[in-house]
């Protein structure tokens, strides 16, 4: 214990709360200035207290009106979202929420393309010197005629040329029957006094295609395409020697590919394509311009006993004798095209054509119109007896034996683009399954493969550029 003097005397030291330290005898002038210090200590604690629990209130105050609303509208978004969800699984107890706010600008919705990869195709290890099977051109026979002129009819002024002639219904009615015959298909010469029809030649070109006897073909009109040259080390030296690659292209894309320092050489070749120039193009839309070679193959090489067609967006990565030997010859077919990717009913085709407005609308239904009032069915998906997996093709990739009903398809499809749209897919279903129809016992051997299958012959690039949708 500690003491200390007052008054002389000794006292012992008190201890204890603050109070206790004024507890004792003579209190002067210094204990009251403590004990006023001690008050105003008081006082300004408290204000500092009551200070900061205001400043803490306004700030959480502050912070609420910022955030808090944000967080408790992004927490009932993502509870319509689930609601959402549970009503299209059939969730008959969930009632959906008012729409709190008519201006919420709901997010973007990502569309995710849809990938095709190719797949494994078994085609032989190679090709040295293949031979056809014997008798695999023994398919339904007969003869088949062109006509190569139109006389301009009796009295009428108003007669106009064209590359397809002017078929009647009576005429196309007739030519769907698997039987000798004289047909519409294309090269249709002008009568005396008027112009050429279209697709002119020059004759040197003429006699070489004459020679061919397997052809590889694609064209490009409208520079709407690089040259994609075919991968020449995947090419078997048989091919290179005995099969023609021959790219036609008009004089528009003559040119930019020189521009591009992609010049013939002296015997017409750029790499392994054989550049045939088109002048005088039958059509003003190039995409229908382009069937003529794509269908009328069997017309431009008559010696041809084989050809395949592919775009010019495509290139070729496969031996055309193993693509031949497997597509053809293997599955004994004189015809071989791949379904469609994605669409298989001609339904589904029109709709789609016309949403991304790929030809006029009012053409594309006129001749929908005419397909279905001529026995045109939906695609059944569920029927195991359809005659094909899809009645929509990928068109891009053509294998073909020329053998009459081949040529016979050929014709008749490249009439029906000639009459109506150059979309194509459109008239593939109907065509075949009308040439079915009528030719109960004459049977047409067509392959329909699949759609990676085609993605393993060839590389897949993009267009140039677009062409316009035609608006005839």
Known sequence: MTFFKQNGELLPERRGVPGCVFDYPGRGDNAFRVVRRGRRLGRFIKMRFTHSVFVLAALFLTYSATFGFKIFFNGNIDSNLLISQEVQQGSSNVVKPQQESTNVVKPPIKHTKKQHPPCKVEFLESVNDPVEPKDFMNFTQFSLEYIDKEDKPFGTNMYKPRFGGHQTLQEREKSFYAKNQTLHCGFVNAPPGFSSTGFDLDEKDKTFMSTCKVVVSSCIFGSSDFLRRPT??????????NVCFVMFVDEQTLSTLSSEGNN???????????????RNLPYEDMRKTGKVPKFLSHRLFPSSRYSIWLDSK????????????YFLWRSRSEYAISNHYDRHCVWEEVVRNKLLKKYNATAID????FYRSDGLTKFDPSNPNNPLPSYVPEGSFIIRAHTPMSNLFSCLWFNEVDRFTSRDQLSFGYTYLKLRRMNLNSPFYLNMFQDCERRSMAKLFKHRQLSPPAVT
């Open 232 to 241: 020449k080390k995947l090419i078997s030296d048989f091919s290179q020697k």
């Open 264 to 278: 013939p050489d002296d015997g017409g070749y750029i790499g392994m394509w054989r550049i045939v120039t088109v």
């Open 314 to 325: 495509m290139r070729l990565q496969v031996d055309p004798m193993l693509i031949i030997e």
């Open 366 to 369: 006129e001749q929908f119109k």
